[in-house]
């Protein structure tokens, strides 16, 4: 089978997959259904009152017009004054029971639709109030600008790693995206102060915007920096010109998509080997190797030790791969003989586990 085949039945798998049912949709279904349902049990109810009121003054004699502008005076409550004396108790008994049940099924007609007219508005009332409270809630979170396809990638991403994460987004149907996904999200101008603070940027630990709008990402680099100097700023640029502008707006780094890509396909061309070791390192799989980098403090274990005398190879499992000094110096391989300085960053590469048992010995530098 031909990649074209093969790309056609791709699109087509995923364009079914897109139109199968989803057990919400299915109660969405169910919900209007019982809604119409209601207003029709109800219109039937006003329907009914009018034909046996109108069948009860013909009986009596009336015309067929007179009769149903009785019951229309008569359920209506207009008060005005009866086309015909009540001179017998029929009558008058009649009036009586067309005035009760009319009121009761005008009634609960009015009362239902203001029910169903309401109930949505409601619905996407609390709806609202439960995010707001969840983001509230949220501590050390992301905060992710735009949805597009590289932001549903990352939010995707964040989810699977366990990362908490809130979402702005203008796009009135992408909120129905972030529901449908059940992640939390605001519709909002995020270079807006009021919108970056609904989502929680006083407690995130980053922000980062995924929009392919240079200009729009300068203002949301400005207005949260300017609101908290301490989150971690990471934007996306279109323009290797809007760099500088954007690190000078306060983003911590600057990500070009198509310069990654562009350097990731020369890479693949002219050193595989480089990004086979990059995927196993960056990308989930069955060794489950990551890195981690650690900054030595003052007075801690690591301060004036070399690599040699720790031994953390051994003790641990885990790799150091390079030392990063203060003055931008980088040892790749570390010597092993120096020893570590307050500030150096310890850069690391070993299994989770591995992570994890290093972490547990110095948890005071983790």
């Known amino acids: 089978m031909g990649r074209h085949a093969r790309d056609s039945q791709h699109r087509e798998a995923t364009r079914l997959g897109s139109l199968t049912p989803t057990p919400d949709f299915f109660w969405e279904s169910w919900a209007r259904f019982q809604a119409l349902r209601s207003v029709g049990r109800a219109m039937l109810a006003v329907a009914l009152v009018v034909v046996l009121g109108v069948a009860g003054y013909r009986i009596a004699g009336w015309s067929l017009s007179d009769s149903i502008y009785m019951v229309a005076i008569t359920i209506s409550t207009v008060g005005f004054t009866e086309v015909r004396p009540l001179s017998t108790n029929w009558l008058r008994l009649h009036t009586i029971l067309l005035i ?16 169903v007219i309401t109930s949505e508005e409601l619905k996407q009332y609390l709806g609202k109030k439960r995010v707001k409270r969840q983001i509230e809630e949220l501590k050390q979170h992301v905060i992710v600008v735009g949805l597009g396809r590289m932001g549903t990638q990352l939010c995707t991403e964040l989810q699977t790693a366990g990362v908490p994460f809130a979402i702005i987004d203008r796009d009135p149907l992408k909120m129905a995206e972030i529901e449908r996904r059940q992640w939390l999200g605001i519709q909002g101008d995020a270079t807006l102060e009021s919108t970056l603070q609904s989502a929680g940027l006083a407690q995130a630990r980053a922000l980062v915007t995924t929009v392919p709008d240079d200009a729009f990402n300068v203002f949301i680099a400005l207005t949260a920096r300017d609101l908290n100097p301490s989150v971690l700023i990471l934007t996306r640029a279109e323009d290797p010109s809007t760099l500088r502008k954007l690190q000078r707006a306060g983003a911590d780094h600057v990500v070009q998509p198509t310069a990654i890509g562009a350097q990731r396909i020369a890479t693949l061309l002219t050193n595989p080997t480089a990004v086979q070791f990059t995927e196993l390192v960056t990308q989930k799989g069955t060794l489950e190797i990551e890195m981690d980098e650690i900054e030595v ?33 980088v040892e790749f391989p570390p010597s092993g003989t120096e020893p570590f300085q307050a500030g150096d960053r ?21």
Do not use: M, W
């Open 297 to 329: 403090q003052a007075g801690g274990p690591f301060a004036k030790l070399s690599l040699r005398e720790l031994d953390i190879g051994r003790r641990t499992g885990v790799v150091v791969i390079a030392v990063k000094h203060p003055d931008g110096r």
């Open 100 to 115: 009760l049940f009319g009121y009761v099924a005008v009634g609960y007609t009015l009362a239902t639709l203001v029910a």
């Open 346 to 366: 310890i850069v690391l590469l070993a299994r989770r586990g591995n992570l994890a048992d290093f972490h547990a010995q110095y948890n005071d530098l983790a």
